[in-house]
C-alpha cells in the first residue's frame, strides 16, 4: 500500500477549491450560496517537507443572487484524533470568524452565522449512530440553541456507511480514504475529481 502526504495536506489541496468545498459544505449545512476564499491558501515552496500551510480553509459564504452579500463565515478543519480540549478549539475558531464581523457600532443581531466544520478520523461519541453532529447546545434533551451565530459541525469519518450511495456519504468517505492511495483512488473516479492527478504528481 503506497501511503499518500497527510491527510491534513491532501484535505487542504483538495477542499481550498471553492466548488468542491461546496460539494461538502453546502449539505451539510443545508445552506445555499457561493463560497469564496478569506484569503488564498498558500503552501510554501521551500518547506521540504510540506507540513505547513499559511492560513486555514475559511471561505466566506455568499448570497447567489448577490455576491457582495455574505451570509455565513465557514471554517473546513481535519483531524485524525479529537483531543480532551477539541471543544475549546473548535470554539476559538468559530468565535474568531465571529470577532472578525465585530466592527466598531457592528450590532449583535447582525452578524452572519461562523460555522467551523471539523472532520474527525476518530470517534467521538461511541454510543451515538449518529456521525454528523452539530453539537452546540444547552442540552441534547431539551435541545436548546446556545448561540445561532457560533456553531460546529463534526464529522465522526469512521461511522460513515460503507455502502452508503448517498453523495454526501461518498465525499466523507473519500475524506476519510487521503491517506491510502487504493482507496482514493477509488472514490477520486466516483467523485470525477479533475485535477487531483496534480496532487498526485507534486508528491509522487
Request: charged share 20%.
Amino acid at each position: 500500500m503506497i501511503a499518500l502526504p497527510s491527510d491534513n495536506i491532501m484535505f487542504k489541496m483538495l477542499f481550498g477549491n471553492p466548488k468542491r468545498a461546496e460539494s461538502i459544505v453546502l449539505p451539510l449545512t443545508g445552506l445555499h450560496g457561493r463560497l469564496k476564499p478569506v484569503t488564498p491558501l498558500l503552501l510554501p515552496d521551500d518547506n521540504p517537507d510540506k507540513r505547513s500551510f499559511e492560513t486555514d480553509l475559511m471561505f466566506d459564504l455568499l448570497n447567489h443572487a448577490d455576491l457582495t452579500h455574505r451570509i455565513a463565515m465557514i471554517s473546513l478543519d481535519m483531524q485524525n484524533k479529537l483531543h480532551d480540549y477539541w471543544g475549546d478549539r473548535f470554539a476559538e475558531y468559530v468565535w474568531r470568524m465571529a470577532s472578525r464581523q465585530l466592527a466598531k457600532g457592528a450590532q449583535w443581531d447582525k452578524l452572519v452565522p461562523a460555522i467551523a466544520i471539523v472532520f474527525a478520523n476518530s470517534v467521538a461519541w461511541p454510543n451515538s449512530p449518529e456521525y454528523i453532529h452539530s453539537p452546540f447546545t444547552m442540552s441534547n434533551t431539551e435541545g436548546l440553541t446556545l448561540s445561532s451565530v457560533c456553531q460546529v459541525y463534526v464529522v465522526e469519518l469512521p461511522k460513515v456507511p460503507r455502502d452508503s450511495c448517498d453523495v454526501l456519504d461518498v465525499w466523507l468517505l473519500f475524506i476519510g480514504s487521503l491517506s491510502r492511495l487504493d482507496v482514493f483512488s477509488v472514490f477520486m473516479k466516483k467523485l470525477q475529481i479533475q485535477n487531483s492527478s496534480i496532487v498526485l504528481k507534486r508528491y509522487g
